[in-house]
């Protein structure tokens, strides 16, 4: 075969397939081979598609799932070992912190829809969403103390969506939890069939999407700042933000069509 004749290299496949559907944006992380491990170009793409999404009024709802037979399997730790040094480990943790966070901050829920394993980073990455639908297959585990690296940044929002006695468990064995014990402890809200996964998750998705988003947006930054508070500082603060809430153009009409006993108005979002 002359070089004339040779076939093309096949374009790479991005990182982060985007997908948009009745006011729901699907993220799926797309490293396959690697089991979706997070390298800092996953974590850049993953970065780069929520911050597009936060400002995109056509999405209410975001969907995070990975392509092929898991979730994520944590941090690229063959990445990591390739560059053993303070400077590039320090990047790299808080390049991953800071997506987390972006996770809480974004404007619209986020769901994680895990139909394989979700450990470590991955782990942390389902604990992070505002809400996690599981197949009956997946599994979850912060197994770092098996390597001799505990599992320090994960245990951040692990501690945050389940107990302490069950998130020190999962922390200092790192054997796998199956998806009814995941239910059970808070760190997935539903767990089904895995030929049900898409079309609960997505249900769940639109539910949330045909809600008023400004009345989403609110609640979701309330909650996680109330929960941070004292209960009296918690009080005071969700007053003012019912207060806010209650002068808004949806919750009045809300409201009105309610006492009519009327459909849901169009939300304005305003």
Sequence with gaps: MTVAQRHPEPAP???????????????????????????????????????????DAAVKVVVLAGAGPAFSAGHDLRELRADPNRAAYEAVFAQCSRLMLTILKLPKPVIARVHGVATAAGCQLVATCDLAVASTAARFATPGVNIGLFCSTPMVALTRAVGRKPAMEMLLTGELVDAETAKALGLVNRVVAPERLDDETFALARLIASKSPLTVRTGKEAFYRQIELGVAEAYAYASRVMTENMLAHDAEAGIDAFIAKAPPPDWQGR
């Design 13 to 55: 496949q991005p990182l982060v397939l985007r997908a948009v559907a009745d006011g729901v944006a699907t993220l799926t992380m797309n490293r396959p081979a690697a089991r979706n491990a997070l390298s800092t170009a996953l974590l850049a793409a993953l970065q780069d598609a929520l911050d597009g999404l936060a400002t």
